[in-house]
């Protein structure tokens, strides 16, 4: 491209490029910076990203932050979610089953809250068992161990898996819960797009203060617990439960931040004008 004059408009996901950077030598990221030269502008999603392209020297000005939007939704999405205390209150994970995602902090939070507080609660866990670098037991993801710890601790009632949700099967599930939860410290987190979906259905996010999530989630459309908390998880569940005007508040709050922000119309708007705007 740059040796026909075309302009480059580089889109990165993700948030973990300083591994990359780690592993170069001097003469690694000098060739990496004359590449990066080409391209006249590189999107990222957050200021954390932002932050990893300082080595180039005209980076303030060649890296532009563009949040990610939600390609599309669902038709029972838009709707703020009441919670009466007459049936479960349902948890929602959909995301890899990845230890350092923090799904089995949410699984000990289930244990808790059904076993010790006595809670009427239901979760649903939707995504491939997969092991990553940062992965503290990587013996523990794999679907065998799950299903051992679910029968250990009698949560067969109260825990329900699948390896995938799809269309209006995701749909349905997305319009039934009462939260999503995402305790994440990842090391390739960037911004999940699944908890702008979660936001766009009404459904409470219940995450870590981790890279580009705060750019979505606030303490007044959502919950921020520790990473590693399985306790804390369950202390803010049984507070969103016992305080439903707060729950719905919360639920109104992640829809119409998801319209203000996170819709496809307006990310490809601001991808276009990008696009267009490029020297």
């Known amino acids: 491209c740059a040796l026909f004059k075309k302009r480059i408009v580089a889109h990165q996901y993700g948030a973990n490029y300083c591994q990359l950077l780690d592993s170069l030598g001097i003469i690694g990221r000098k060739n990496l910076a004359k590449m990066w030269g080409y391209v006249s502008c590189i999107i990222v999603e957050g200021q954390h990203m932002k932050n ?9 000005e060649k890296v532009r932050i563009i949040p990610n939007g939600l390609p599309s939704v669902g038709r029972n999405a838009l709707t703020v979610k009441k919670y009466t205390g007459e049936s479960p209150f349902k948890l929602f994970y959909l995301s890899n089953l990845i230890w350092s995602k923090g799904f089995y902090d949410v699984l000990e939070a ?20 997969m092991t990553a670098i940062d992965d503290a037991s990587p013996c523990i993801s794999n679907k065998d161990g799950f299903d051992r710890y679910v029968k250990v601790h009698r949560l067969e009632d109260n825990v329900t898996y699948f390896p995938g949700l799809y ?3 995701k749909d349905e599930f997305f319009s039934q819960a009462n939260v999503f939860l995402l305790p994440t410290y990842y090391i390739n987190e960037g911004q999940p797009v ?26 007044e459309n959502g919950c921020f617990v520790k990473p590693r908390s399985p306790e804390q998880i ?36 601001e991808v276009m004008k990008c696009m267009m705007n490029v020297k």
């Open 52 to 60: 990893q392209f300082s080595f180039l020297t005209d980076f303030e």
């Open 110 to 129: 289930v244990d808790l809250l059904v076993n010790k507080y006595k809670r009427n609660i239901s979760c649903t866990f939707a995504g491939a068992f």
């Open 234 to 269: 369950a202390e803010t569940i049984q507070k969103l439960m016992d305080k439903p005007d707060e729950y719905s508040a919360k639920s109104f709050l992640c829809i119409k931040d998801y319209k203000d922000k996170f819709t496809f119309n307006k990310y490809a708007s």
């Open 167 to 169: 269309g209006e099967q």
């Open 194 to 219: 699944s908890i702008i979906e979660a936001m766009a259905y009404g459904c409470v996010p219940i995450v870590t203060y981790f890279r580009h999530i705060p750019m979505m989630v606030t303490n």
